[in-house]
């Protein structure tokens, strides 16, 4: 689950073992203070030095992203991206989380992720692709959530405004950032 | 009365007092993109923008190519300032790949990322300028920029789009003599930048114009989640050359310029001070920079990365500039995005213009720092 | 005198040398002038419509100086220009008002197409959202390449222009 070839504590110290090794520790009390609060609703997917990700399922989220403003003083979201995964079905949806307020957070960006399912023929704004919006929670989300509505076909119920940013007014295609739009030519 | 509407015509009442205006494309006082402005009179009751007249589908296209072909791509959002958009691209390549960084090559790096600010910063400038009607604070800076132009041209080759980084380090070496050239050149700039001062930020107009116009709290540039000058204007210390030091900044010595009046005088001065700040940053790197190595890694071709995602940061001139990589064991990337200062900051619009004078918004508005190409990616 | 020199049989050849006379005389030494009072004071249109404005707007710096060959970007109204110089990459949403903006122009109008995503698409040909050049939306008369052109490149182009309307009909 962890990614421990890329932690940066592991190249100086320790002999080859069979168990993992150590994870950094301040983003380890980071998630053990989420997963501690919320069990197995969360799931996470790796501790790396200053990133984390965890997975969450899209009913829970809305809590779990209270929980990360009020308790460990997360303030902004810096960017949300959407990335398709036809294969399983979903289109995971990650908010890198940040924070400018404390001072021990600097360098720390944490990766909330969320999955929705995934509709072969997509009628975006009307079929199942929904998640529930983090507006509320973090405002700054408000141009991007837009963007992967528009790019990938995924609806944020409770976001007030669903409504094109980018793409041309009369696109009328498949969202373009889902694997089966095919540029041209190749 | 009319009773037959043609096809495809439809009516809408419209209030009597509130008039929509398109701040459109071809607009003396816009860049490439549309404000919807609704007024009353004079005052500026809500905006709506509306971006995407320069969108290209970057992150479409660059899952089509592989690392390295997605160089010259991924620089175009930002001609001008090429090398710090590709910085966070290669820094998240190079950890995808398990690749180690020459030491020379890092400060070479550094160089180039502080010589790309001023010819973003001036150019920025220089169009703010023409927006106010102040037809010096165009000249000056157009001419001043051509003498950091000159410097790139001679370590890469291209006046704009370099496409000079590349995972594993710098494309070429430093020509001979650079190192003498580079710091005269970079001593008569500073000893440029020094009179605006004068000339720009003591000027009288200048100050009537921006002064208390567009005030953004401290409160909602953090909630806002706005990056870079605009945040360090209201009084946020932050800035990532510091707060988390990428390559070689955490050998050098970087002082962080937080005003804090929050309106458009100080977000029009911050990056002035910050380019003060890139001469020190130039200087110390010339010096501490080691005399000889290699400054690139040799790659094997067709490189693939595992099953890994990276999330890297950079400061740039427009604030932090971020790339998140997921790879899948091929040799091109699953999925890129790049997320961009202007594409954060573009929130301040809507929550800044509502209330203001219709004369104020082009202050206002390119003082964000607002790069359209580069948001619409 | 004149009565006898003009008879109904060479009226029609008379007026002819007298046209051409009139021609040689004065229209064209006056369209000439007309032409000459256009190529220098070429005004285009302030739209920017994509990267290659950046070294748009290095042309009309201090070094480049584009301004001595009378291009200033007027930046009054459209009604008043004569010059598109379409700035690079051309998106699907940028064309319709390319072409608004065309059509509010006074005759004589003259396009540059400017970078090569204005000629052909460029680096940009297989992209969703981009036309492969401006050709089907405007009537281009000079095609300056480059990625973006050097300043340089782009008054050569304007040089080009220049010449081209030193040729043209004045009316």
Redesign the interface.
């Given at each position: 689950m962890s990614?421990s070839?890329?932690s940066e504590q592991e190249i100086q110290a320790q002999p080859v073992e069979e168990k993992q090794p150590d994870l950094p520790k301040f983003e380890k009390d980071q998630s053990d203070k989420i997963t501690t609060k919320f069990g197995s609703k969360t799931e996470i997917a790796f501790v790396k030095p200053?990133?984390i990700?965890i997975n969450v399922k899209k009913e829970d989220i809305l809590d779990v992203a209270t929980f990360i403003r009020d308790e460990l003083n997360y303030?902004?979201?810096?960017?949300v991206?959407g990335?398709?995964f036809p294969a399983d079905k979903e289109i995971e949806v990650?908010y890198?989380l940040g924070s400018?307020?404390d001072p021990q957070l600097?360098?720390q960006?944490l990766?909330l992720a969320t999955r929705a399912t995934r509709e072969d023929d997509p009628n975006p704004g009307k079929d199942s692709t929904r998640l529930p919006s983090l507006r509320d929670i973090?405002?700054?989300?408000?141009?991007?959530e837009r963007?992967c509505f528009e790019m990938l076909g995924v609806f944020f119920d409770g976001h007030p405004d669903n409504r094109?940013?980018?793409?041309?007014?009369d696109w009328a295609?498949l969202p373009?950032?889902r694997k089966d739009?095919a540029?041209?030519?190749? | 009365m009319t009773t037959q509407l043609p096809p495809g015509i439809q009516l809408e009442k419209v209030d009597e007092r509130i008039m929509t205006l398109n701040v459109g494309p071809q607009h003396p006082g816009s860049g490439h993109m549309r404000l919807i402005i609704r007024v009353d009179g004079d005052r500026i009751v809500s905006c709506d923008p509306d971006p995407g007249y320069v969108h290209r589908g970057e992150e479409k296209m660059a899952e089509y190519r592989n690392y390295i072909t997605n160089i010259p791509h991924l620089e175009r959002p930002v001609i001008h300032d090429s090398c710090n958009i590709l910085y966070p691209y290669c820094l998240g390549v190079e950890e995808l790949l398990g690749l180690q960084v020459p030491e020379r090559a890092k400060y070479v790096r550094v160089i180039a990322s502080e010589l790309n600010r001023f010819t973003y910063t001036l150019y920025w400038l220089a169009i703010y300028g023409i927006f106010l009607g102040h037809s010096t604070m165009f000249m000056w800076p157009a001419g001043d920029r051509e003498f950091a132009i000159d410097l790139l041209e001679k370590l890469t080759g291209a006046r704009v789009t370099h496409a000079y980084f590349v995972p594993g380090g710098v494309r070429n070496d430093l020509p001979a003599n650079f190192e003498d050239v580079c710091l005269r050149q970079v001593n008569y700039l500073e000893k440029r930048l020094k009179t605006y001062g004068d000339i720009f930020y003591d000027n009288p107009i200048l100050i009537s114009r921006t002064e208390k116009t567009g005030v953004l709290s401290r409160q909602d540039a953090i909630r806002l989640g706005t990056t870079g000058t605009v945040l360090r204007a209201s009084g946020v210390d932050y800035d990532l050359r510091v707060k988390e030091p990428y390559d070689v900044y955490d050998e050098l010595d970087v002082h962080t310029n937080v005003l804090k009046n929050g309106d458009s005088y100080d977000r029009s001065k911050t990056p002035w001070l910050d380019m003060l700040e890139s001469c020190n940053i130039i200087r110390q790197a010339l010096e501490k920079m080691p005399k000889s190595g290699s400054v690139r890694v040799k790659l094997k071709p067709n490189p693939k990365g595992g099953n890994d995602e990276v999330y890297k940061r950079v400061e740039s001139g427009r604030g932090a500039l971020g790339a998140y990589i997921v790879s899948r064991s091929k040799p091109e990337p699953y999925r890129v995005k790049l997320s961009v200062g202007s594409f954060r900051n573009l929130i301040c619009m809507p929550h800044l213009l509502k209330g203001e004078k219709l004369g104020n918004m082009p202050a206002v508005y390119w003082s964000l720092n607002y790069w359209p190409v580069e948001a619409d990616r | 005198m004149l009565k006898d020199l003009v008879t109904p049989q060479n009226a029609n050849a008379f007026v002819g040398k007298l046209g051409d006379i009139l021609v040689k005389a004065i229209d064209q030494p006056l369209g000439y002038a007309i032409n000459w009072g256009r190529l220098w004071s070429l005004w285009p249109v302030h739209i920017e419509t994509a990267c290659c404005s950046v070294e748009f707007g290095a042309a009309s710096g201090p070094r480049y100086d584009v301004e001595r060959f009378g291009i200033i970007e007027a930046f009054g109204s459209l009604r008043q220009c004569d010059l598109v110089v379409v700035q690079g990459t051309i998106t699907r949403k940028m064309a319709p008002r390319l072409r608004l903006v065309y059509d509010q122009m006074p005759e004589p109008k003259y396009v540059i197409a400017m970078g090569a995503c204005a000629i052909t698409g460029g680096l940009y040909f297989d992209s969703y959202n981009v036309l492969p050049g401006i050709d089907g939306v405007l009537p281009v008369d000079v095609y300056v390449p480059g990625c973006p052109p050097r300043p340089e490149t782009l008054i050569q182009g304007c040089m080009l222009l220049q010449e081209k309307i030193k040729r043209m009909k004045a009316r």
């Amino acid at each position: 689950m962890s990614d421990s070839e890329n932690s940066e504590q592991e190249i100086q110290a320790q002999p080859v073992e069979e168990k993992q090794p150590d994870l950094p520790k301040f983003e380890k009390d980071q998630s053990d203070k989420i997963t501690t609060k919320f069990g197995s609703k969360t799931e996470i997917a790796f501790v790396k030095p200053n990133r984390i990700k965890i997975n969450v399922k899209k009913e829970d989220i809305l809590d779990v992203a209270t929980f990360i403003r009020d308790e460990l003083n997360y303030d902004h979201a810096e960017s949300v991206t959407g990335v398709d995964f036809p294969a399983d079905k979903e289109i995971e949806v990650v908010y890198h989380l940040g924070s400018y307020t404390d001072p021990q957070l600097d360098k720390q960006v944490l990766s909330l992720a969320t999955r929705a399912t995934r509709e072969d023929d997509p009628n975006p704004g009307k079929d199942s692709t929904r998640l529930p919006s983090l507006r509320d929670i973090f405002y700054s989300v408000e141009f991007h959530e837009r963007e992967c509505f528009e790019m990938l076909g995924v609806f944020f119920d409770g976001h007030p405004d669903n409504r094109r940013l980018l793409l041309p007014e009369d696109w009328a295609d498949l969202p373009p950032l889902r694997k089966d739009f095919a540029i041209k030519g190749r | 009365m009319t009773t037959q509407l043609p096809p495809g015509i439809q009516l809408e009442k419209v209030d009597e007092r509130i008039m929509t205006l398109n701040v459109g494309p071809q607009h003396p006082g816009s860049g490439h993109m549309r404000l919807i402005i609704r007024v009353d009179g004079d005052r500026i009751v809500s905006c709506d923008p509306d971006p995407g007249y320069v969108h290209r589908g970057e992150e479409k296209m660059a899952e089509y190519r592989n690392y390295i072909t997605n160089i010259p791509h991924l620089e175009r959002p930002v001609i001008h300032d090429s090398c710090n958009i590709l910085y966070p691209y290669c820094l998240g390549v190079e950890e995808l790949l398990g690749l180690q960084v020459p030491e020379r090559a890092k400060y070479v790096r550094v160089i180039a990322s502080e010589l790309n600010r001023f010819t973003y910063t001036l150019y920025w400038l220089a169009i703010y300028g023409i927006f106010l009607g102040h037809s010096t604070m165009f000249m000056w800076p157009a001419g001043d920029r051509e003498f950091a132009i000159d410097l790139l041209e001679k370590l890469t080759g291209a006046r704009v789009t370099h496409a000079y980084f590349v995972p594993g380090g710098v494309r070429n070496d430093l020509p001979a003599n650079f190192e003498d050239v580079c710091l005269r050149q970079v001593n008569y700039l500073e000893k440029r930048l020094k009179t605006y001062g004068d000339i720009f930020y003591d000027n009288p107009i200048l100050i009537s114009r921006t002064e208390k116009t567009g005030v953004l709290s401290r409160q909602d540039a953090i909630r806002l989640g706005t990056t870079g000058t605009v945040l360090r204007a209201s009084g946020v210390d932050y800035d990532l050359r510091v707060k988390e030091p990428y390559d070689v900044y955490d050998e050098l010595d970087v002082h962080t310029n937080v005003l804090k009046n929050g309106d458009s005088y100080d977000r029009s001065k911050t990056p002035w001070l910050d380019m003060l700040e890139s001469c020190n940053i130039i200087r110390q790197a010339l010096e501490k920079m080691p005399k000889s190595g290699s400054v690139r890694v040799k790659l094997k071709p067709n490189p693939k990365g595992g099953n890994d995602e990276v999330y890297k940061r950079v400061e740039s001139g427009r604030g932090a500039l971020g790339a998140y990589i997921v790879s899948r064991s091929k040799p091109e990337p699953y999925r890129v995005k790049l997320s961009v200062g202007s594409f954060r900051n573009l929130i301040c619009m809507p929550h800044l213009l509502k209330g203001e004078k219709l004369g104020n918004m082009p202050a206002v508005y390119w003082s964000l720092n607002y790069w359209p190409v580069e948001a619409d990616r | 005198m004149l009565k006898d020199l003009v008879t109904p049989q060479n009226a029609n050849a008379f007026v002819g040398k007298l046209g051409d006379i009139l021609v040689k005389a004065i229209d064209q030494p006056l369209g000439y002038a007309i032409n000459w009072g256009r190529l220098w004071s070429l005004w285009p249109v302030h739209i920017e419509t994509a990267c290659c404005s950046v070294e748009f707007g290095a042309a009309s710096g201090p070094r480049y100086d584009v301004e001595r060959f009378g291009i200033i970007e007027a930046f009054g109204s459209l009604r008043q220009c004569d010059l598109v110089v379409v700035q690079g990459t051309i998106t699907r949403k940028m064309a319709p008002r390319l072409r608004l903006v065309y059509d509010q122009m006074p005759e004589p109008k003259y396009v540059i197409a400017m970078g090569a995503c204005a000629i052909t698409g460029g680096l940009y040909f297989d992209s969703y959202n981009v036309l492969p050049g401006i050709d089907g939306v405007l009537p281009v008369d000079v095609y300056v390449p480059g990625c973006p052109p050097r300043p340089e490149t782009l008054i050569q182009g304007c040089m080009l222009l220049q010449e081209k309307i030193k040729r043209m009909k004045a009316r």
